[in-house]
Nanobody, 125 residues
Framework: QERLVESGGGSVQAGGSLRLSCEDSGYAFSSYCLGWFRQAPGKEREGVAAIDHDGTTNYADSLKGRFTISRDNAKKTLYLEMNSLKPEDTAIYYC???????????????????WGQGTQVTVSS
């Protein structure tokens, strides 16, 4: 069964860094636009970053410069490097595969239809 599995979450102090990974057991990994999303307690899920099959990246405006999305097609793995973490970055982080035709951008969450189970990131002050 195809699935996405996130890992790398944890607890870190403000200013610290984490690297999240998302392994895809499915086929045609290299063909898809992939994205990272997050959901903080009591808030709606929001887009973080997305990367297209050709490596083009897009980010939520508020996160540009601190977060970096990348992919390794040979390992079928998606990454999210997070630096200068803040307490407001605390959330469950999800990876997802775009399933509907749309621009490969985290703002088009509606077009992503294949989700991982999430990994918790907690940033303390």
């Amino acid at each position: 069964q195809e699935r996405l599995v996130e890992s790398g979450g944890g607890s870190v102090q403000a200013g610290g860094s984490l690297r999240l990974s998302c392994e895809d057991s499915g086929y045609a990994f290299s063909s898809y636009c992939l994205g990272w999303f997050r959901q903080a307690p009591g808030k709606e899920r929001e887009g973080v970053a997305a990367i297209d099959h050709d490596g083009t990246t897009n980010y939520a405006d508020s996160l540009k410069g601190r977060f970096t999305i990348s992919r390794d097609n040979a390992k079928k793995t998606l990454y999210l490097e997070m630096n200068s973490l803040k307490p407001e970055d605390t959330a469950i982080y999800y990876c997802a595969r775009q399933q509907k035709p749309a621009t490969c951008h985290p703002g088009f969450q509606w077009s992503f239809g294949y989700w991982g189970q999430g990994t918790q990131v907690t940033v303390s002050s």
